[in-house]
């Protein structure tokens, strides 16, 4: 058996948004194991410049190389967009995001589709740019939202008032009459009850982690890389308290985690500077 394969598989996102795709990879991937990385003390994500993205990506990527991962999966939309590519470059890792996956998901299930993300995201058009890859005749709009990420971390998911901030952040793609729309940030499917009771039931979901998962198995196949013996425990690290994530991860996976606190390798200014 390859020693790569029982290496674990690099997850990480700006807090608990990540734990989407862990859940999916959990449940279609039950021999791999998991390293979780969740940067809250720097969170959200979406309203960073790129070249603050591309400095935490790298730091991410540096200490999960030095704890032997064997792929890296970006659970962020945001750092998909501003540091996939560059970061791809860098790391002799395979590397995946979840854009491009939820992008082929969305045109398989309509043509005027919505997107919902964070503002970072949705200013990076990443998402329009790779659906017109696919499909250039889609007709796409994308809608920042800044509130949600916070609001989410907060667990305030069931709050009258996070409601009311949904139904600000719909009512333009709604007027669009989209028939699909996209969770363009890995946190969002954690306010599925919410958007789906304010939806048309006609609108169709994508929730791009289980895309990506899809996308991971297939390059895991590819490399040589799949698992088939028993899976080492999964671990979960962050780099602000370990247990406000703890317990929303209980609340959200329904079993209680371990957190390690994460010291990230500091990097070289010079290093971080965005190529030309």
């Known amino acids: 058996m390859n020693k790569l394969q029982r290496l674990r598989i690099g997850v990480f996102d700006s807090g608990v948004g990540g734990l989407t795709v862990w859940r999916e990879l959990r449940r279609r991937l039950p021999q791999e194991s998991i390293l979780y990385f969740g940067d809250t003390a720097r969170l959200p994500y979406g309203d960073r410049s790129a070249s603050e993205i591309l400095q935490f990506v ?4 540096t200490w999960m190389q030095g704890e032997g991962v064997k792929m890296a999966i970006f659970a962020c939309n945001t750092s998909s967009a501003l540091a996939l590519n560059i970061a791809r470059r860098e790391f002799a890792l395979p590397c995946l995001g979840v854009i491009l996956p939820g992008a082929r998901a969305a045109v398989q299930q309509g043509c005027r589709i919505g997107v919902l993300a964070t503002p970072a ?31 989410i971390e907060q667990n305030r998911v069931h709050d009258p008032y996070t409601r009311q901030v949904a139904q600000r952040y719909l009512q333009p793609l709604l007027a669009q ?24 039931a006609t609108v169709r979901l994508i929730d791009p982690a289980q895309s990506v998962v899809t996308a ?12 088939t013996k028993p899976p080492l425990p999964d671990r979960f690290g962050v780099s602000g308290d ?35």
């Open 58 to 61: 790298r730091e991410i990527l």
């Open 177 to 200: 009459r989209i028939d699909t729309l996209v969770y363009g940030c890995t946190h969002y499917p954690h306010l599925a009850r919410v958007l789906r009771s304010l939806l048309p």
């Open 242 to 276: 370990p247990q406000t994530f703890a317990q929303f991860a209980q609340q959200w996976l329904g079993r209680a985690v371990t957190v390690e606190t994460v010291r990230l390798p500091a990097i070289a200014p010079a290093y971080l500077e965005l190529p030309d």
């Open 121 to 151: 995201t949705a200013a990076s058009d990443a998402y329009r740019q790779a659906i017109h890859e696919i499909a250039p005749h889609v007709a796409v709009w994308q809608v920042g939202c800044p509130e949600f990420v916070p609001l």
């Open 216 to 227: 991971a198995e297939r390059e895991l196949e590819l490399l040589g890389l799949k698992n």
